[in-house]
């Protein structure tokens, strides 16, 4: 586990609310969130569908304006983040170009950024590696299964070296067993590369495998009811997930989310 007590959250949430106006009313995506971030921890957002997860991702992004509150990233406005590239996002869906080659759809960020040519193929060559995709460059995404899909869009969003990762639900859309295998990856990326990463699931295992914090969150408005600190090492076989600790801290978050009523989860 890392120490990040003594170190300034790099995202800091106080008192943060998010109203959509609609037509048919006012929506309360999110209510009263406050929540510190510190450098190199990996923070999942656990909660019903609608409790406001990706909401709160893309305030950090600055896609959504939250209504009420204050909230930081690196020190600066959402949006001032936004423009010195404080982070990269990887989507639900891959979300690559089908008439680019992987390679291309990994340049792609660079190229608007205006990396010189030689850049871009080191940093393409170096994230296709961190996500094991060496040699698959020239295939276009269709030749990939889904899996690598996912890690091609996780080496595009890794490829300007941001030093935060803002995940939402990556591995939602696959099946079990290779959605471990991504866990597993994800984790050593992690630790290889020592960035913070946001990431939202709908998986309690999901979330107590790759955290240090867990959010959980409820819906109407969108709260916080509980954020657990996990007490696992930061070595995480898949095979931890039979250890009594693990066991209990997921008991925990489904505690969470029943106090929250979350019974859609
Ligand atoms: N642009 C928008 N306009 C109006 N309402 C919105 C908008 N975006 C989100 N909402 C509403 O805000 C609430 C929170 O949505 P959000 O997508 O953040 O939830 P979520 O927890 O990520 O859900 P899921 O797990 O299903 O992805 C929902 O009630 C949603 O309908």
Redesign the pocket.
Known sequence: MKDTATTAPVIEAKGLGLT?Q?SDGP?H??KDVSLAIGKGEFVS?I????????????CIAAL?RPTEGVLTVNGMSADAARQARAYGYVF?AAGLYPWRTIAGNVKLPLEIMGFSREEQEERVRKVLSLVDLEGFGKKFPWQLSGGMQQRASIARALAFDADILLM??PFGALDEIVRDRLNEELLKLWARTQKTIGF?T?SIPEAVYLSTKIVV?S??P?RITDVIESTLPKERPLDIRDSREFIEIAHRVREGLRAGHGDEV
């Not at 909660?47 to 893309?58: D, E, I, N």
């Open positions: 959509f609609t929506v995506a999110l957002f909660g019903p569908s609608g409790c406001g997860k990706t909401t709160f991702l893309r959504e639900q939402d639900e939202v709908h969150m819906p109407r969108g």
